[in-house]
């Protein structure tokens, strides 16, 4: 599986799930870039390679679990197949989604939970070792916007 980050603000990064070996791609939305402090909160998690093994997870019990919580990070991270904005994202947390709806909200679908879900079905049934490489792309962007001013603009527009 390959994480690739393209595009952060202050509050959350965007980016791409592939796994090349099912044909399968997504949206992922994961909170903004982590400060350098030694317990973790409100971050993603560091880039790298992590270990997935099978665990019951959004009920599901063939649902991939990092083997390793991060370090610094108060519980291993999970993928969320449910959430759509990033302030209902744990730290850590990776939600899987169909399109960009806004710089802070992600579109998710039921026909993308089941196909995810199948997939490790299958996965974990081969008793196959699952690697998640998260890293970023070549041409990754970083822009200065926070919520607080998005909500502002919108309110302006509103109040026009």
């Given amino acids: 599986m390959n994480l690739k980050r ?3 603000n202050n509050s959350c990064t965007y980016g791409i799930l592939t796994i090349p070996a099912y044909g399968f791609r997504c949206l992922t939305l994961e909170l903004r870039d982590s400060a350098e402090l030694k317990l973790k909160l409100d971050c993603r998690i560091p880039e790298g390679s992590y270990v997935l093994v099978r665990g ?3 009920g599901w019990p063939s649902f ?3 083997k390793k919580k991060p370090l610094g990070f108060a519980k291993k991270p999970e993928f969320n197949l449910t959430a759509d904005r990033y302030m209902n994202l744990p730290a850590g947390n990776i939600a899987l989604g169909t399109k960009m709806i ?3 909200t992600i579109s998710h679908s039921d026909e993308l939970a089941n196909t995810f ?3 490790f079905q299958e996965v974990f049934q081969k ?3 699952v690697v998640l490489c998260v890293y970023k792309a070549k041409t990754f962007r970083h822009e200065d916007k926070t919520y607080t001013q998005f909500r502002d603009k919108i309110n302006d527009f509103i109040n026009f």
């Fill in 102 to 104: 806004d710089d802070f």
């Fill in 117 to 119: 879900k199948e997939i």
């Fill in 6 to 8: 393209k595009y952060e």
């Fill in 127 to 129: 008793k196959e070792i």
């Fill in 64 to 66: 991939p679990v990092f």
């Fill in 56 to 58: 019951f997870a959004q």
